[in-house]
């Protein structure tokens, strides 16, 4: 039958090893945060740097109006069917 000192030292060894992987973990995240990963001001714990990106993704506006797409898409058309044309090609 074990001690009652050998019974105290597993406990407090168990009790040690569950402080170490906190602090562990701690000393994880505040490594990713100096490395620019994850953890950044302001950030919500639980939510990925993945999700915020495309969430920023999503937002964004397109560069050009809708007139501007508008000739963009006019004047492709017209420098690709000249292309056919000089290749010989039909569409």
């Given at each position: 039958m074990?001690?009652?000192?050998q019974?105290?030292?597993?406990?407090?060894l168990?009790?040690?090893?569950?402080?170490k992987?906190?602090i562990?973990?701690e000393i994880a995240?505040i490594?990713?945060?100096?490395?620019?990963?994850?953890?950044?001001?302001g950030?919500?714990p639980?939510?990925?740097?993945r999700a915020v990106?495309?969430e920023?993704?999503?937002?964004?506006?397109?560069?050009?109006?809708?007139?501007?797409r508008?000739?963009?898409?006019?004047?492709m058309?017209?420098?690709?069917?000249?292309?056919?044309k000089?290749k010989?090609?039909q569409?």
């Amino acid at each position: 039958m074990p001690s009652e000192r050998q019974r105290l030292l597993e406990l407090a060894l168990e009790t040690l090893e569950s402080k170490k992987k906190q602090i562990d973990a701690e000393i994880a995240e505040i490594l990713s945060e100096l490395r620019g990963g994850r953890a950044r001001r302001g950030a919500v714990p639980g939510i990925s740097l993945r999700a915020v990106i495309k969430e920023r993704r999503q937002r964004k506006r397109s560069r050009f109006s809708k007139d501007e797409r508008m000739k963009r898409s006019q004047r492709m058309k017209a420098y690709w069917e000249n292309w056919r044309k000089q290749k010989g090609r039909q569409k």
